[in-house]
């Protein structure tokens, strides 16, 4: 069965602090993965997008790793940021099946000032 | 600035009454899809559409039917709302081409049956 799971489920950390989410799938074919981050109340927006053939790749603050072989990926936030509040969700696309994403509950990250 | 629209973000209606939910994108993306999402639950596939007057089931179809006219624009429908139904509503689009398959997402429609 295809999965997606997230963890933790919630996290609070200090401002200006560091923190690393996990995600777990188990997505078979796979195609890519993407971290969305969700505003409360808001739509999820794409953060960055990890393919099969990459290891790391950055976007500002954020980094996203992925071990194709253990199927695990993690978001790694740097120099935490009182704006980093929100739910960061880990969302598999299956390379069978064009319209199967296979989306995670989510971590939800709160920075305290 | 790509964008997908939601025509409500916040409705209140009671059981049994007709809902109707609209989604307008305009980055001329072929496909569009209607997730709701709870908590815990993370976000679940209702319908989805490839082209216009095309739809396909989701995971939760049940309860629930869809309308797809014109390109743009993707309508879910509540034909008996019930309170089982109160949840936040998540419209997105995305291209058939290209390999990313990004999914744009609409700012949400939170939705209270009472």
């Known amino acids: 069965k295809n999965q997606v799971e997230q963890s933790p489920q919630s996290l609070i950390i200090l401002e200006g602090k560091n923190c690393t989410l996990q995600?777990?799938?188990?997505?078979?074919?796979?195609?890519?993965l993407r971290w969305y981050k969700q505003d409360t109340g808001r739509g999820p927006v794409s953060l960055t997008i990890?393919?099969?053939?990459?290891n790391t790749k950055s976007n500002g603050r954020y980094t996203a790793t992925l071990d194709a072989d253990t199927k695990q990926s993690s978001l790694h936030i740097t120099a935490s940021q009182l704006s980093d509040s929100a739910s960061y969700i880990c969302?598999?696309?299956?390379?069978?099946?064009?319209?199967?994403?296979?989306f995670g509950t989510g971590t939800r990250l709160k920075v305290l000032a | 600035d790509v964008k997908v629209t939601q025509s409500s973000r916040y409705l209140v209606k009671r059981t049994g009454e007709k809902v109707f939910l609209e989604c307008v994108q305009d980055?001329?993306?072929?496909?569009m899809f209607w997730y709701r999402q709870d908590p815990g639950l993370g976000l679940r596939l209702i319908y989805f559409?490839?082209?216009?007057?095309?739809?396909e089931k989701g995971d939760i179809p049940e309860g629930y039917s869809v309308s797809r006219e014109k390109k743009e624009r993707f309508s879910l429908i509540l034909e008996s709302a019930s309170t089982n139904q109160t949840s936040m509503y998540l419209c997105?689009?995305?291209?058939?081409?290209?390999?990313?398959?990004?999914?744009?997402f609409g700012e949400g429609s939170r939705l209270t049956v009472l």
């Open positions: 997105a689009s995305s291209s058939a081409t290209g390999d990313t398959g990004e999914l744009f």
């Open positions: 995600c777990n799938y188990t997505v078979s074919p796979f195609s890519n």
């Open positions: 990890m393919t099969f053939s990459e």
């Open positions: 969302v598999v696309r299956a390379a069978s099946g064009t319209y199967k994403y296979i």
């Open positions: 980055m001329d993306h072929e496909n």
């Open positions: 559409s490839y082209d216009v007057k095309m739809k």
